[in-house]
């Protein structure tokens, strides 16, 4: 009798390197497969892969907003693509995030504006005095 067979997911495949991580996985997984999301067939894997894939090319700093309660946008993923934005760079770019305990898909507002335009300002340096 043959044992469990395992079905390897293609969901979370760095598609730039989609050959060397299905031949990573040939010798352990007896097929592949899409995944279902939210009960339909997911043909767009796509569209879902990039909070992990790209964010490890990431070269430049980041700003982070996360929302505990969203739906639209479930926080596992921000934290993925924070995790890991700028893996692969050396030396790492500077991250950060702020997490919203008890906000849904609308963030952190104005907080989060207030962030973006400190962080900006902080890149930018001073500007020009007015006299």
Do not use: W
């Amino acid at each position: 009798m043959r044992g469990p067979r395992l079905s390897a997911s293609l969901m979370c495949v760095d598609y730039a390197n989609a050959a060397n991580d299905v031949a990573a996985l040939s010798g352990v997984a007896d097929a592949f497969h899409l995944d279902v999301m939210d009960g339909h067939f997911a043909p767009h894997t796509l569209a879902y892969h990039d909070g992990v894939s790209l964010p490890r090319r990431a070269t430049a700093p980041a700003l982070f907003s996360v929302a505990q309660r969203d739906t639209a946008c479930p926080p596992s993923t921000v934290f993925a693509a924070h995790n890991h934005h700028g893996a692969r760079a050396e030396p790492r770019p500077m991250t950060e995030i702020a997490v919203h305990e008890f906000n849904i898909h609308e963030g952190g507002q104005a907080s989060q504006m207030r962030r973006k335009l400190r962080r900006l300002g902080d890149l930018l340096g001073p500007g020009p005095q007015r006299g």
